[in-house]
């Protein structure tokens, strides 16, 4: 396990690159945990997700930004488990030149985005995860 100042690794770094999904962790107003699966664009610190305006997590993420994604990687054997989860605070963009870039990210990465679920301003909000802390096992060094 590594606990680092250094956010990602290079080998952390291609691991969420990769990754065609992940969990994102966020809290109730209450504080209870809410949980959800994410398709995400790693953009050097930055994860990048996109999401309907009237989504829980949404809600979730205006009353307190801070948010936990856990990518990983399951095997039988267990010596070849791997897990990345980052840290950070969400930041909600609905529109502009940030909006635009993301999203051209994430239709990159994702092409089915464009047909089966446009990411269009007015109804979705794209998030920028600014990642401050990086948890990870099964990866060497």
């Known amino acids: 396990m590594t606990i680092d100042e250094q956010l990602f690794t290079g080998a952390e770094s291609a ?3 990769v990754a065609r999904t992940g969990a994102l ?12 699966p994410i398709s995400t664009v790693l953009d050097l610190d930055r994860l990048i997700f ?5 989504t829980q997590k949404v809600r979730n993420l205006e ?3 801070t948010v936990a994604i856990s990518f990983d ?20 963009l609905d529109s502009g030149f ?3 870039r993301d999203r051209s990210l994430l239709y990159e990465k ?3 985005y464009e047909s089966e679920a446009p990411i ?6 794209i998030v920028e995860v600014r990642v401050d802390r990086v948890v990870s096992w099964g990866f060497d060094g």
């Open 98 to 100: 940030e909006f635009e």
């Open 120 to 125: 269009e301003e007015g109804t979705s909000v």
């Open 73 to 92: 990687e399951y095997h039988e054997d267990w010596s070849q488990l791997r897990q990345v989860i980052v840290h950070g605070e969400a930041y909600l």
């Open 110 to 112: 994702f092409p089915q």
């Open 25 to 36: 962790a966020t809290n109730y107003p209450d504080g209870r945990p809410h949980v959800v």
């Open 50 to 54: 996109a999401t309907e305006t009237d």
């Open 63 to 65: 009353a307190s930004a």
């Open 15 to 17: 691991f969420v690159a």
